[in-house]
């Protein structure tokens, strides 16, 4: 009986406060509130980096002491590894788009002088 007694005085307790009349406890159930949308935010965030899929570059070779010298190149996104090389740039973005069509990314064209041409590049479906 003493329990439901607590009971509707805490609930009557609630109804009867508003938060002009307790700033503090507003301030409060905001602060907590804010504090796990954040936790939640940065685990998201971290989830997300480390499932990121790199980006394929199509860009030309510039190392003069190889065979393929001025060559368009197919590459992952922080990788100097060469996946493959190619004559001409739209068989390297033929391939390349292949590529990250099969890993659901997508892809970043270069220009002769290095910089990007077009970036997000992807077939519309």
Known sequence: MCIAF?????????????????????????????????????????????????????????KKDTESYLKWRVRKESSDKTIQFFDTQKHAIDYAQELASQAKTTVVIHKLDGSIRKQDYSKKE
């Open 6 to 62: 607590w009971k509707k005085k805490k609930a009557k307790r609630r109804t009867d406060t508003s938060p002009l009349n307790h700033p503090e406890e507003e301030k409060s159930v905001t602060k907590s509130e804010s504090i796990i949308v954040e936790e939640v935010e940065s685990d998201v965030s971290m989830d997300n980096e480390k499932n990121k899929v790199p980006k394929y570059h199509v860009s030309q070779n510039k």
